[in-house]
């Protein structure tokens, strides 16, 4: 495959780099944090997906490689930032279940002396499917640094309604799937429901995928205080990412 052989001659620290996209209050659309999400610009292939660069880097055996790149990055961004705001950073299932990827990782927090509380890992329900004891395990090493942990594209999976109680979470993200039904009523009481069980778990909440005004508006009736989506603000570079926080808009 073309793309396996494009990454396994990458050269990471000039080929990945990170997008940022504001999370911001549904009350007055202020900034509480911003989520990295990786861009592979592949000399010979150009712009790849984060999906398919996930999944490439994993079949050559270069996932750990890519989350420390990513990690190094992403704790750049938390040395620039405001300290009021969090930095979530996407942990895959297979980094997730390699130990020494989560070694790695913390000893390259502890070397940077970021307050880890700023920062938010986010896991996917999927990611826990394999094997919910060594993620679980990974998870605890985490969160054990004050650093705190989402549970993304909530919803979508199955596994985790029965593990949701046990496992060592602070956020869910609700799958943006959902957010395009806030506009009829049967969608709304969905939504609130699975809004009302992770308030009931006292797990902070975050409706994704905000792409319209009355989304937004719908939400924030629907009682979150939380959002993400285009409408809001799409993913963007670290320089606009400043420009847009020194606006204030
Ligand atoms: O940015 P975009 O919407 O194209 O991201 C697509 C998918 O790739 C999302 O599910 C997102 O969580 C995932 N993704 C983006 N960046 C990263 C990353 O740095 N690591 C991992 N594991 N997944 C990522
Ligand atoms: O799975 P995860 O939540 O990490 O995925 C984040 C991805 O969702 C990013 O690739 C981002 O580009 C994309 N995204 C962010 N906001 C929106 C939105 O409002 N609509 C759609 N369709 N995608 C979005
Ligand atoms: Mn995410
Ligand atoms: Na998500």
Same mark, same amino acid.
């Given at each position: 495959?073309? $793309?396996?052989?494009?990454?396994?001659?990458?050269? =990471? #620290?000039?080929?990945?780099?990170?997008?940022?996209?504001?999370?911001? &209050?549904?009350? #007055?659309?202020?900034? %509480?944090?911003?989520?990295?999400?990786?861009?592979?610009? +592949?000399? &010979?292939?150009?712009?790849?997906?984060?999906?398919?660069?996930?999944?490439?880097?994993?079949?050559? *055996?270069?996932?750990?490689?890519?989350?420390?790149?990513?990690?190094?990055?992403?704790?750049?961004?938390?040395?620039?930032?405001?300290?009021?705001?969090?930095?979530?950073?996407?942990?895959?299932? /297979?980094?997730?279940?390699?130990?020494? &990827?989560?070694?790695?990782?913390?000893?390259?927090?502890?070397?940077?002396?970021?307050?880890?509380?700023?920062?938010?890992?986010? %896991?996917?329900?999927?990611?826990? %499917?394999? !094997?919910?004891?060594?993620?679980?395990?990974?998870?605890?090493?985490?969160? #054990?640094? *004050?650093?705190?942990?989402?549970? #993304?594209?909530?919803?979508?999976?199955?596994?985790?309604? +029965?593990?949701? /109680?046990?496992?060592? =979470? !602070?956020?869910?993200?609700?799958?943006?799937?959902?957010?395009?039904?806030?506009?009829?009523?049967?969608?709304?009481?969905?939504?609130?429901?699975?809004?009302?069980?992770?308030? @009931? =778990? @006292?797990?902070?909440?975050?409706?994704?995928?905000?792409?319209?005004?009355?989304? =937004?508006? @719908?939400?924030?009736?629907?009682?979150? +205080?939380?959002?993400?989506?285009?409408? $809001?603000?799409?993913?963007?570079?670290?320089?606009?990412?400043?420009?847009?926080?020194? !606006?204030?808009?």
């Amino acid at each position: 495959q073309a $793309i396996d052989a494009a990454m396994q001659v990458a050269d =990471l #620290d000039t080929e990945l780099t990170l997008v940022y996209q504001p999370i911001v &209050t549904t009350e #007055d659309l202020e900034p %509480i944090g911003v989520e990295c999400l990786a861009r592979w610009t +592949s000399p &010979t292939l150009g712009e790849v997906s984060p999906e398919l660069m996930i999944a490439s880097a994993e079949r050559v *055996g270069r996932a750990r490689e890519v989350a420390l790149t990513l990690f190094d990055t992403a704790l750049e961004a938390v040395r620039q930032l405001p300290a009021a705001l969090r930095v979530s950073f996407n942990l895959s299932g /297979h980094n997730l279940c390699d130990a020494s &990827t989560i070694t790695a990782l913390l000893e390259r927090l502890t070397a940077s002396q970021c307050d880890a509380s700023r920062l938010l890992f986010e %896991i996917t329900e999927t990611s826990l %499917i394999t !094997d919910i004891d060594i993620a679980e395990a990974a998870l605890q090493r985490l969160r #054990d640094t *004050g650093a705190r942990i989402a549970l #993304d594209d909530f919803g979508t999976g199955y596994s985790s309604l +029965s593990s949701l /109680h046990k496992l060592p =979470l !602070d956020m869910v993200k609700i799958d943006r799937s959902f957010a395009a039904r806030l506009g009829d009523a049967s969608g709304r009481r969905l939504i609130t429901a699975i809004r009302n069980l992770a308030r @009931s =778990l @006292s797990l902070e909440c975050v409706i994704e995928g905000i792409e319209t005004e009355e989304q =937004l508006i @719908s939400a924030r009736l629907a009682g979150f +205080s939380l959002a993400q989506g285009y409408f $809001i603000a799409r993913p963007m570079d670290f320089a606009s990412l400043l420009a847009r926080l020194n !606006d204030g808009t």
